[in-house]
């Protein structure tokens, strides 16, 4: 089982449309999560934390289910310029030598939004 | 000008020879990482390095090899490359200090064996 799961997509949507997306993760000890998007071809930017208490900037909104393990995000009214790879990300940390931090991507999910 | 760099952004090159990946960056961060991409799959972490005399194994390290040159410099090496490495590597960056500890992305570089 991979330690961080997406759905591929690819999602093709209208523009307008609200879309979602859910990720899994197995590791019950993870710390911090996030949401990355990727542009085809470009280096992953960060979207947004995701917190216990889910997290709205504008159109996303960004919840975490700690009991049941997964992450979603959610995109309201999608524009164009939504169209990308988004990868949720999470930060499992181990202990060495100190505090080590390491991100797991998840292999991402396209998104298309349509004219 | 892009807070992280990398040199060369393509590069194709032939099974056996020795490949040098640049990673550069001025946000001034302690902690850099080389990552791999692969179609169809997220990001591996290679090599990861918190200071400049801090180095470690990712989950994918074997065939690689790494040097901190210093805190702005990080250089990833394929000693002999293999078709298999034919992906999309990506250097980062970021700031311990941050909660969110944020990863920041070089503009990668596309390397083909052949």
């Known amino acids: 089982r991979k330690e961080v799961e997406q759905d591929p997509g690819p999602f093709n949507v209208p523009e307008g449309a609200t879309v979602a997306f859910n990720c899994t993760y197995s590791n019950s000890a993870s710390q911090s999560f996030f949401w990355y998007r990727q542009d085809c071809r470009k280096e992953p930017k960060l979207l947004m934390s995701?917190?216990?208490s889910g997290n709205e900037d504008g159109r996303f909104t960004a919840q975490l289910n700690r009991a049941s393990q997964y992450i979603s995000l959610l995109i309201r009214d999608s524009k164009l310029s939504d169209s990308a790879t988004y990868l949720c990300v999470v930060n499992m940390e181990t202990f060495l030598s100190g505090s080590a931090r390491q991100l797991t991507f998840g292999s991402g999910t396209q998104l298309t939004v349509l004219p | 000008d892009a807070d992280v760099t990398q040199t060369p952004r393509n590069r194709i090159t032939k099974t056996g020879k020795r490949i040098m990946l640049e990673c550069s960056q001025t946000k001034g961060h302690d902690r850099m990482y080389w990552y791999r991409q692969d179609p169809g799959l997220g990001l591996q972490l290679i090599y990861y390095s918190f200071d400049v005399k801090d180095i470690n194994k990712g989950e994918i390290s074997d065939g690689y090899s790494v040097s901190r040159q210093a805190q702005a410099k990080f250089s990833l090496s394929l000693e002999s490359a293999i078709p298999n490495q034919t992906a999309l590597y990506f250097c980062a960056t970021s700031d311990p200090t941050m909660t969110a500890d944020t990863q920041y992305f070089g503009p990668g570089t596309r390397l083909t064996v052949l």
């Open positions: 995701v917190y216990s």
